[in-house]
């Protein structure tokens, strides 16, 4: 039976179904939150999340929605309504990255990446603005790629640095309601989009960190679950970097 400081809250994660995304809802759940778990294209990966909060006594469902798509967030919401009755924590996990030259621009990947990254969190962030009362969360996922951009990383560094622009101002307007927003800056993490990344752009990255690694989705989770508890009433409008002192 899970049991902690979060009790009786409902949280829902984006991006829940691999990743840090799912280390989130697995660590708020522990906390005792009751959890929205999203993902898009990961319905197995989603799943398996849901049982395991499940099989630690907690209670999670599983919503597909492209959070490029207004309509599909809004029937998120609309599930979290009808399975919950309440919203305390929303996580903006959800994110893709690409890179590329700037003289090969494509489009459709810019697209892809402004979807994914700008419009999701603000479609997001905007639903749970209508339900989020006294003591509720917003926590926005940046990259350290945004505070220091590589070549190639233009459009994934500035859609992630329009988040932390995106945290102060939303920190201002809500915490009117009682609401704090705040965005935790990962560096390079697995599991992950770390995962997937070439060997020798990870040996880069490993190196970067005087701890001569790359993070744990789980160090990251840890920091999202300080960010959601009441412990961190005072904290809003605050940009964390969990990056082990990269300075990548
Ligand atoms: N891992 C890192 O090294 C690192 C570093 C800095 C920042 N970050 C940030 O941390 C967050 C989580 O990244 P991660 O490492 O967990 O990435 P990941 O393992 O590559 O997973 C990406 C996540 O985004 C979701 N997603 C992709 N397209 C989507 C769409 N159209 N609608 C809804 N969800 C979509 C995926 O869901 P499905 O699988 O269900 O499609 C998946 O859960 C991201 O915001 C990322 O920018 C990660």
New binding site residues.
Partial sequence: MVSGVLEGKAAVV??A?????REIALRLARDGANVAVH????EE??RATADAIRNEGGQAFTFR????RRADVTALFAAIDEQFGRLDIAVN?????AGGALADLDEDQLEWML??NFR?PLFVASEAAKRLGAGGRIIN?A???AEFPMGGSGIYSAT?LAIKSFTESWAKELGKQGVTVNTVI??????????TAPEGFRAFFDNASPFGRIGTAAEIAEVVAFLASPQASWVSGAHILANGAANT
């Fill in positions: 984006t991006g179904g691999r990743g840090i995304g993902y898009s294209g990961s990966g989603a929605a492209d959070v490029a996990s959800a994110g893709v990255s979807g994914v999701g996922l990259s350290s790629l992630k990962p560096g390079a993490t697995a599991p992950g989009m770390m995962d």
